[in-house]
């Protein structure tokens, strides 16, 4: 895991009723980056504690061991988040990221506190990819050869599902992206290709998860006919299962492909639904749990 780098916020803006975007700057972001499309990659944020500075400890080596040791109070949360963009200047880099203000009644965890109050000045660490460093992981949009792509995901997933849509914008493969949200006033601007159709799903009240579910079941349903653990988060890609089953194909075939992403229980219906029921290819799906009802996640 790379060493964290030091990123200042330059602005804090409430694009939505539940999105905040945060522009961060800041010499030492000069060094984060990739040669490579950005599409889904994960980071990691680390965020001082409430009133108190960011925590202290060697940037180098075993940096996360030292980090881990520091007492709760002092060492700040690390949760994972997506890049919704990196724009890279000869004056300064800079990363945006978009959080989520409430993800479900009384789920406002550390992060989206943090956000809510974001000034500019503000401090925290940034884990990511560097410009000098070989492929770390951390992207697991991979379609392959499929000649089709299709996304679906919450709230949680939408900064991943634009970033993905905005690195496909210069190609014409077609496909679908469902993305659930609050509330109508929740959608937002993405400069993806004209060759895949972006649904907004607002829920306004219904249960968080249902709508999707519904959606991307029809879907698959009119695709059909036109052609013819407890406590842990879902994970599975074409070369990962969390579940530890194992997986022989690493590049999905031509055809449909599959990135689902959101409440861990939502994605593993869909799983349930797609793979077991439906009969999907393993290699052609790539389910991520991103966070679960009624835990308060770590990482």
Known sequence: MPAPVTAIVESATQISPNFIRIVFTGPELKVVGSDTPLYDQRIKLIFPNPGQPLPEF???????????TLPEDSRGVMRTYS???????????????????????????????????????????????????????????????????ILAGDETAAPAIARILEDLADSDIPGTAMIE?????????????????????????????ELLMETLALHHEETEAAATSEGELVWETPVFSA????????????????WIAGESGVVTSIRRSLVKEKGLDRSQVAFMGYWKHGVSMRG
Do not use: C
């Open 243 to 258: 579940t530890g089953e194992q997986i022989t194909e690493s590049n999905p075939r031509s055809g449909d492909y599959y």
């Open 83 to 149: 890049i919704r963009s990196l724009e890279r200047t000869e004056e300064a880099t800079r990363m945006t990221v978009d959080f989520v203000l409430h993800i479900a009644p009384g789920l406002t965890g550390p992060a989206s506190t943090w956000a809510a109050s974001a000034a500019a000045g503000d401090e925290i660490l940034i884990v990511a990819p560097r410009l000098d460093a070989e492929y770390m992981g951390g992207i697991e949009f991979a379609p392959g050869a499929a000649t089709k792509v």
């Open 58 to 68: 060697p940037q180098e080596g075993l940096w996360y061991e030292e980090w881990a």
């Open 181 to 209: 949200i609050p509330s109508d006033d929740d959608a937002l601007a993405i400069a993806g290709p004209s060759s895949i159709d972006v649904k907004w799903l607002p829920r306004n009240g219904r249960k968080h998860g």
